[in-house]
């Protein structure tokens, strides 16, 4: 008897028709019923640090340092860990442009040019080499020297605080 009750209510048109409008009413009107996490961020924004705004393609970049390159990349640690790593490094970032330790692109040239890994077969640098060991690891030479850029900052930050 339950069960030929229950038949008769799932084939009724009308309850499916309540239902469905339940349905859309709900996907049409979540931002009511569902708290969000982004407010009082721009687009674009990966989040905020300090009161300002880290841009997505910034923080992407900084997931990607975390994470690594190529061969050595680290598919182990779980994103939460990455982003964690990530927004530590945008904080120290953020630090070390407000004590004017940015690494400058002169610095970055000269750690390029004395890497023994792009060393060529005259024994000095290669931009032959030092291309193709670039994109054997997906990336371009903007996206290394930034990289490095902002390995060399960290470094210079870390240098200062443990110096002192």
């Given at each position: ?92 970032l953020s630090v070390a442009k407000a004590a004017h330790l940015e690494a400058t692109d002169d610095e ?22 030092y291309e193709m060991l670039l994109r054997e690891n997906g990336m371009t030479p903007e996206m290394f020297e930034a990289f490095l850029k902002r390995r060399l900052t960290l ?10």
């Amino acid at each position: 008897m339950v069960i030929h009750q229950f038949n008769r209510l799932i084939k009724n048109k009308w309850v499916w028709g309540v239902f469905a409008i339940a349905i859309s009413v709900f996907f049409a009107f979540d931002f009511l019923f569902v708290g969000r996490d982004d407010e009082g961020r721009s687009a674009g924004s990966a989040g905020k640090l300090a009161g300002k705004d880290v841009t997505a393609v910034n923080f992407r970049a900084l997931v990607d340092d975390a994470r690594g390159f190529g061969r050595n990349r680290d598919t182990r640690s779980s994103n939460v860990e990455i982003n964690r790593r990530a927004w530590q490094a945008a904080a120290a970032l953020s630090v070390a442009k407000a004590a004017h330790l940015e690494a400058t692109d002169d610095e970055v040239r000269e750690q390029i040019a004395h890497d023994p890994s792009f060393r060529g077969e005259g024994g000095g640098f290669s931009l032959r080499t030092y291309e193709m060991l670039l994109r054997e690891n997906g990336m371009t030479p903007e996206m290394f020297e930034a990289f490095l850029k902002r390995r060399l900052t960290l470094g210079k930050l870390n240098r200062v605080v443990l110096g002192s």
